[in-house]
């Protein structure tokens, strides 16, 4: 055992061989795939059915025309799949906290987070990820978006940003848990259905006090919006600054370092249930 | 194993029966009791959801608040009002569990259900209703709320008021048919979270419970109107904000699905008698 100590095996290895094992749980039951990623697909795309029949009657929403809509739409449900799919794990932390799951993680020689994040997977994020790109590439045209090499960098730095905000979010909530037991309506039914419900809107639709608060309480605005603005050529519209929405994508990487730090803090608070 | 498909020799008289589905009403209703701090979460994405169709709708509607519509006018009161009184109904008439069948066969209770001497979908169709009880004090009181951060219209009349009762009825009856149906899908395959899932959305869309079938573009609304969803939360909202031309025709259509989906559950559970597995016996 000695040996294991002195050579672990990489973190990332030890990543993806957990991966392999949860995917390879999760794809066994293969009747009920296809229609739970539909079923994936029409949860977030009765969203947008909703936005499309509304501009089919009045032809906007807050100013924005279906391009723009379903490209802010892609954005945000795009990012969405980008965190969920390998974060979705985090659903269960409540209750592994409370059931002294964590035991067993700390006396294992591989990363705590990586055990908890692989120990099973959920394939309805897929159906996110499937409806998001779809959404993405087919408004990507209809969207009035100049299409450079640096816009698609950009749009890309946008996604992986706006997961990391919303992931970060969850994450630092989810290392409460270590201390209070349960977290999940606050992470879930709140936030998580502020994010889903808003963020697929231009703000400029909600009165003042509620923009500022989607901007800088909770930092819904930079997930999709502020830089669906900047690729839309939009910003003389937005209450901010044009170089704060230019920005948006860096706030998820701080986040995330701020929240996984936070994460391995709290872990130090775990007390097992002993059950 | 494989349950024969003969039915318990004797049936207990209309009294009796009707005491033992009232029974299992009083049962499932009090199990929502227990899990009723899900109610405070359940709300607040209620609420959300009533907030966000008032935004929408106020930013897209002109200033002087009323548009037409396929030949009548809608103002942007009795939209609001329209899409708050859809959001509280719909989530009261269409639980995400919309069966009990599929956790009884799941857990293999079914064998149990099956050997008692009331019917089958009986026991299932009143246990849904005990479980729509025990919520209905939730949603009402939660209906206050919602028409805060939402709005609300008064009935044009009490002639208006009982109609929509009526209205509400056969909605509620096109509901439960409609999740019973879903429910004996679990018959067939054990996996039916997937199929749920896409019957919940389409559902949710074609009965107008985001858009009401009037903003609905022509084709779609065609679709919709042949279809029994509308019945369950178009149907009976359109009838209170005195939209519809004839209401009275409208209720009758409800009665027709009604009466044809009942047909078709007969239908359906007569197949599926002969497919019960119990599991874990």
């Given at each position: 055992m000695a040996t294991v100590a002195s050579n672990p095996v990489p973190a990332h290895r030890q990543y993806l061989l957990l991966l392999h094992a949860a995917w390879r749980g999760q794809l066994q039951y293969?009747?009920?795939?296809?229609?739970t990623l539909i079923g994936g697909v029409l949860y977030q795309g009765v969203g947008l059915a909703f936005v499309w029949a509304v501009v089919a009657k009045?032809?906007?929403?807050?100013?924005?025309?279906?391009?723009?809509?379903?490209?802010?739409?892609?954005?945000?449900?795009t990012a969405h799949a980008a965190w969920t799919i390998p974060f979705n794990r985090l659903n269960s932390m409540d209750w592994m906290v409370q059931r002294g799951e964590f035991d067993r993680y700390l006396i294992r020689p591989a990363g705590t987070l990586t055990q908890f994040l692989n120990w099973s997977t959920n394939i309805q994020p897929l159906g996110d990820l499937i409806g998001g790109v779809g959404v993405l590439v087919a408004a990507s045209s209809a969207a009035p978006i100049d299409w450079s090499p640096t816009a698609v960098l950009y749009l890309l730095a946008t996604i992986a940003g706006g997961a990391l905000v919303e992931c970060s979010l969850q994450l630092g909530l989810c290392g409460l848990s270590f201390r209070l037991q349960a977290t999940y309506a606050l992470r879930m039914n709140f936030i998580d259905n502020i994010m889903n419900n808003f963020g697929g809107y231009p703000l400029t639709i909600f009165p003042s006090v509620m923009r500022f608060a989607l901007t800088f309480l909770l930092p819904l605005a930079f997930v999709a919006?502020?830089?669906?603005?900047?690729?839309?050529?939009?910003?003389?519209?937005?209450?901010?600054?044009?170089?704060?929405?230019?920005?948006?994508?860096?706030?998820?990487?701080?986040?995330?370092?701020?929240?996984?730090?936070?994460?391995?803090?709290?872990?130090?608070?775990y007390k097992s249930s002993g059950t | 194993m494989t349950l024969d498909a003969t039915l318990p020799a004797q049936r207990l008289d209309l009294g009796r029966r009707l005491?033992?589905?009232?029974?299992?009403?009083?049962?499932?209703?009090?199990?929502?009791?227990?899990?009723?701090?899900?109610?405070?979460?359940?709300?607040?994405?209620?609420?959300?959801?009533?907030?966000?169709?008032?935004v929408v709708w106020t930013s897209v509607f002109p200033s002087d608040g009323r548009t037409t519509t396929g030949g009548h006018a809608v103002t942007l009161g009795a939209q609001i009002a329209y899409s708050t009184l859809a959001t509280v109904q719909f989530s009261l008439?269409?639980?995400?569990?919309?069966?009990?069948?599929?956790?009884?066969?799941?857990?293999?209770?079914?064998?149990?259900?099956?050997?008692?001497?009331?019917?089958?979908?009986?026991?299932?169709?009143?246990?849904?209703?005990?479980?729509?009880?025990?919520?209905?004090?939730?949603?009402?009181?939660?209906?206050?709320?919602?028409?805060?951060?939402?709005?609300?219209?008064?009935?044009?009349?009490?002639?208006?008021?009982?109609?929509?009762a009526l209205s509400l009825l056969g909605g509620y009856l096109i509901s439960l048919l409609l999740g019973s149906l879903m429910g004996m899908v679990a018959f067939w395959t054990l996996e039916i979270q997937g199929i749920l899932m896409v019957y919940r959305m389409l559902s949710q869309f074609?009965?107008?419970?985001?858009?009401?079938?009037?903003?609905?573009?022509?084709?779609?609304?065609?679709?919709?109107?042949?279809?029994?969803?509308?019945?369950?939360?178009?149907?009976?909202?359109?009838?209170?904000?005195?939209?519809?031309?004839?209401?009275?025709?409208?209720?009758?259509?409800?009665?027709?699905?009604?009466?044809?989906?009942?047909?078709?559950?007969?239908?359906?559970?007569?197949?599926?008698?002969?497919?019960?597995?119990?599991?874990?016996?």
């Amino acid at each position: 055992m000695a040996t294991v100590a002195s050579n672990p095996v990489p973190a990332h290895r030890q990543y993806l061989l957990l991966l392999h094992a949860a995917w390879r749980g999760q794809l066994q039951y293969r009747g009920n795939l296809v229609l739970t990623l539909i079923g994936g697909v029409l949860y977030q795309g009765v969203g947008l059915a909703f936005v499309w029949a509304v501009v089919a009657k009045f032809g906007h929403v807050g100013g924005w025309g279906m391009g723009e809509l379903a490209f802010l739409y892609g954005v945000r449900l795009t990012a969405h799949a980008a965190w969920t799919i390998p974060f979705n794990r985090l659903n269960s932390m409540d209750w592994m906290v409370q059931r002294g799951e964590f035991d067993r993680y700390l006396i294992r020689p591989a990363g705590t987070l990586t055990q908890f994040l692989n120990w099973s997977t959920n394939i309805q994020p897929l159906g996110d990820l499937i409806g998001g790109v779809g959404v993405l590439v087919a408004a990507s045209s209809a969207a009035p978006i100049d299409w450079s090499p640096t816009a698609v960098l950009y749009l890309l730095a946008t996604i992986a940003g706006g997961a990391l905000v919303e992931c970060s979010l969850q994450l630092g909530l989810c290392g409460l848990s270590f201390r209070l037991q349960a977290t999940y309506a606050l992470r879930m039914n709140f936030i998580d259905n502020i994010m889903n419900n808003f963020g697929g809107y231009p703000l400029t639709i909600f009165p003042s006090v509620m923009r500022f608060a989607l901007t800088f309480l909770l930092p819904l605005a930079f997930v999709a919006y502020l830089p669906a603005n900047v690729l839309l050529h939009r910003t003389g519209e937005l209450s901010v600054a044009p170089w704060l929405a230019w920005c948006a994508p860096l706030l998820g990487p701080l986040l995330f370092a701020a929240a996984y730090k936070f994460w391995y803090g709290q872990l130090k608070h775990y007390k097992s249930s002993g059950t | 194993m494989t349950l024969d498909a003969t039915l318990p020799a004797q049936r207990l008289d209309l009294g009796r029966r009707l005491r033992a589905y009232a029974g299992i009403a009083r049962v499932l209703s009090r199990t929502v009791m227990a899990y009723r701090s899900n109610f405070l979460v359940g709300s607040l994405g209620l609420l959300m959801q009533v907030f966000l169709l008032r935004v929408v709708w106020t930013s897209v509607f002109p200033s002087d608040g009323r548009t037409t519509t396929g030949g009548h006018a809608v103002t942007l009161g009795a939209q609001i009002a329209y899409s708050t009184l859809a959001t509280v109904q719909f989530s009261l008439f269409s639980p995400w569990q919309v069966s009990m069948v599929p956790q009884r066969v799941r857990d293999g209770t079914v064998a149990v259900d099956l050997a008692r001497p009331v019917g089958f979908n009986g026991q299932m169709f009143f246990g849904q209703v005990g479980f729509t009880l025990g919520n209905a004090p939730f949603a009402l009181l939660a209906l206050p709320f919602a028409i805060l951060v939402g709005g609300a219209q008064p009935p044009s009349s009490a002639g208006t008021a009982g109609l929509y009762a009526l209205s509400l009825l056969g909605g509620y009856l096109i509901s439960l048919l409609l999740g019973s149906l879903m429910g004996m899908v679990a018959f067939w395959t054990l996996e039916i979270q997937g199929i749920l899932m896409v019957y919940r959305m389409l559902s949710q869309f074609l009965a107008g419970a985001l858009v009401p079938l009037w903003f609905m573009p022509g084709w779609l609304r065609g679709i919709s109107q042949w279809l029994p969803f509308q019945g369950t939360t178009y149907t009976p909202i359109a009838v209170y904000l005195g939209q519809l031309g004839g209401a009275l025709r409208a209720i009758g259509v409800q009665a027709v699905w009604v009466l044809v989906l009942w047909l078709l559950l007969r239908l359906v559970w007569s197949r599926a008698l002969r497919r019960v597995t119990v599991q874990g016996g």
